[in-house]
């Protein structure tokens, strides 16, 4: 067994605090990765702070993980020791269901094996996260990181990057489309970013006025703050899809009047409460309500490349795990620009 050090969350919304525990030994499919960078996802909060209901504790969150290649099994063939690799929200599934067979192993029959806050298949193995110094994965769920993206900007991308990814992707995103971004932090300003590699006029909509001229840099062609009503006005109809990435419960109808007749909102923020919806609001102009689930692993690499064509990754502010939950609550209060990533390093020892 592998002692692993780590950050854990012992019961349900108590501070992170230093843990340490045992990984397996790589079997002959799985590959050992010394990690160096964790991202940051709000997501990470909800589950800390069982919002969602069901977390198993301690746990060891973190599911934006890049690090470098330690040990193979003897069945591996695509990675060798010394390489970069990364790993997302899963780390195994049955691999013979039909969601598995199609690449989408996120909807698993026999359910996932989720990089936290899970179980592996044998479904007594607790799985713990990134906030610590290795992983075993198997090889079919570890992702190739281009080279020449920086390592730490480039973590984000296994979880803020192919969630928004899929979304533009499977709605088509072409280039004229008119884009609206909902909530800019780390989800937010991936859509901007991936939504103007594709060519989208993009809008970003955010309760922050201060993120005004970030959304510009990030590649936005218009920025309009939800707290003046006026913008529900001024933007009613316009949207062709809209990507919504609030994490806080807020009104869907609102934002549904900004499309045009046929336009999509996918949900990607996941409040802990639900939120009523009026169907007039769909009704009126065949508008569509959808949701979307990260993405599988073959879409998940196709993203890396994108962003390695297209030179993109996360803007970061790189943390010691020491002060997680500082970051934790920067992130509720809106105050991060645009992700924070843990250096690993700052857990040796
Ligand atoms: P984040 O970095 O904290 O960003 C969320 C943004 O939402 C904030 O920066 C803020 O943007 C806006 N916001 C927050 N509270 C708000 C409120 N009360 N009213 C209106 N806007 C508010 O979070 P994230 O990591 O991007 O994650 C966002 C959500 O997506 C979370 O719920 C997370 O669990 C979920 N998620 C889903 C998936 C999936 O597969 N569907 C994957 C990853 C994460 P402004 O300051 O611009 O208003
Ligand atoms: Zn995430
Ligand atoms: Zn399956």
Aim: net charge neutral.
């Amino acid at each position: 067994m592998l002692k692993t050090n780590a950050y854990a969350a012992p019961t349900a919304g108590t501070p992170l605090a230093p843990y340490s525990f045992e990984r397996r030994e790589p079997g002959p499919e799985d590959v050992l990765i010394d990690i160096l960078y964790c991202g940051v996802c709000h997501s990470d909060i909800h589950q800390a702070r069982d919002e969602w209901g069901g977390s198993i504790f301690p746990m060891v969150p973190g599911h934006e993980i890049v690090g470098r290649v330690a040990a193979v099994g003897s069945k591996v063939t695509r990675f060798a020791v010394g390489d970069i690799a990364g790993v997302g929200c899963m780390v195994d599934s049955c691999r013979t269901c039909h969601p598995c067979r199609d690449d989408h192993e996120q909807f698993c029959e026999k359910g996932a094996a989720w990089t936290y806050n899970g179980t592996e298949m044998d479904r007594r193995t607790p799985t713990f996260g990134g906030y610590s110094t290795r992983i075993v994965v198997a090889e079919r769920f570890t992702l190739k990181v281009p080279a020449g993206l920086d390592l730490a900007a480039a973590a984000p991308l296994l979880c803020a990057g192919i969630t928004t990814y899929s979304p533009l992707r499977q709605w088509q995103c072409s280039p004229g489309d008119r884009v609206g971004v909902v909530g800019l932090g780390g989800l937010g300003h991936m859509a901007v970013k991936l939504a103007a590699s594709m060519g989208a006029e993009v809008t970003v909509l955010s309760t922050s006025a201060a993120k005004g001229a970030d959304a510009l840099r990030l590649g936005a062609h218009a920025f309009e703050s939800t707290r003046d009503q006026a913008t529900f006005k001024k933007v009613a109809g316009r949207l062709d899809l809209i990507i919504d990435t609030i994490s806080a419960p807020h009104d869907y109808n609102a934002y549904l009047g900004l499309l045009r007749v046929r336009g999509a909102m996918v949900l990607l923020g996941v409040p802990p409460q639900p939120t009523p919806v009026a169907a007039f609001m769909l009704i009126s102009g065949n508008r569509r309500l959808a949701g979307s689930l990260i993405g599988g692993i073959a879409e998940t690499q196709e993203m890396l490349d994108h962003c390695a064509k297209h030179g993109i990754v996360s803007d970061i502010e790189v943390i010691p795990i020491q002060q997680i939950n500082e970051a934790y609550e920067r992130m509720i209060r809106g105050d991060v620009r645009y992700r924070f990533v843990i250096d690993i390093a700052s857990l040796a020892g």
